[in-house]
């Protein structure tokens, strides 16, 4: 009997060191998986940002359709252009003081010299840009929610852009309890709410909602 007790209380301290090791080990290993797959989904994120401001430089507003924001990455080209001042006589002015020259309109042109491919201008020689809608997480298989729309502001029209991907998706497979508790993160140097995601539908905002830290190094 004293055996058998002795083999109870060894199973009981054993079980509750590792409860007590995963308490500790658990959240440290969540956050460390946690910010290796956030680093790849927002430089993902960025990409979608560069590419659909670009979109919106050149024709105008954002798209929220994945083939044609790759095939206008394919085809599309930013002008190259150069400001340059000049001046010429006020004639309408010089002629009613009665002076042949005196005052002058200053004026600022803007030549085009050429241009430049988006794809050569965004992302050099990579190709990234093909898949950068696909969410960036070993094991799942997903893109990027991408959504384009109108919004009214101080009697004002506005294009704007979304897209997103839900953490749940991305951090789907780890601790539930952890995962709940990372949806709810309301701080200054987490990643806020339920999704991670750039622009917005409801505002005016092309930004990502990220702290800077995953700014740093992020440029490929």
Not at 41 to 61: P, R, S
Not at 86 to 108: C, L, P, Q, R
Not at 189 to 212: C, H, Q, Y
């Amino acid at each position: 009997m004293k055996s058998v007790i002795q083999i109870v209380l060894w199973i009981v301290i054993v079980f509750l060191g590792w409860k007590l090791w995963s308490s500790i080990m658990g959240p440290v290993e969540f956050n460390k998986i946690k910010q290796e797959r956030y680093a790849k989904v927002i430089k993902n994120l960025k990409d979608i940002q560069a590419a659909e401001l670009a979109h919106k430089e050149i024709t105008g507003k954002f798209t929220g359709d994945w083939d044609s924001l790759v095939s206008f990455i394919d085809t599309a080209k930013f002008a190259i252009t150069q400001r340059r001042d000049t001046s010429y006589a006020d004639v309408a002015k010089n002629k009613a003081f009665g002076i042949e020259s005196g005052y002058f309109i200053e004026k600022s042109l803007i030549d085009t010299l050429g241009f430049k491919p988006v794809k050569d201008s965004l992302f050099k020689n990579s190709d990234r840009y093909k898949t950068m809608m696909n969410v960036p997480v070993e094991g799942v298989n997903a893109k990027f929610d991408l959504k384009s729309g109108t919004i009214e502001k101080n009697d004002a029209s506005y294009s704007v852009f979304e897209a997103k991907v839900s953490k749940d998706v991305i951090l789907g497979d780890l601790d539930k309890d952890l995962l709940i508790q990372e949806k709810q993160t309301q701080s200054v140097d987490g990643v806020n709410g339920p999704d991670i995601k750039v622009g917005s539908l409801e505002d005016v905002n092309t930004s990502g909602n990220w702290p800077k830290i995953y700014d740093a190094g992020t440029n490929r």
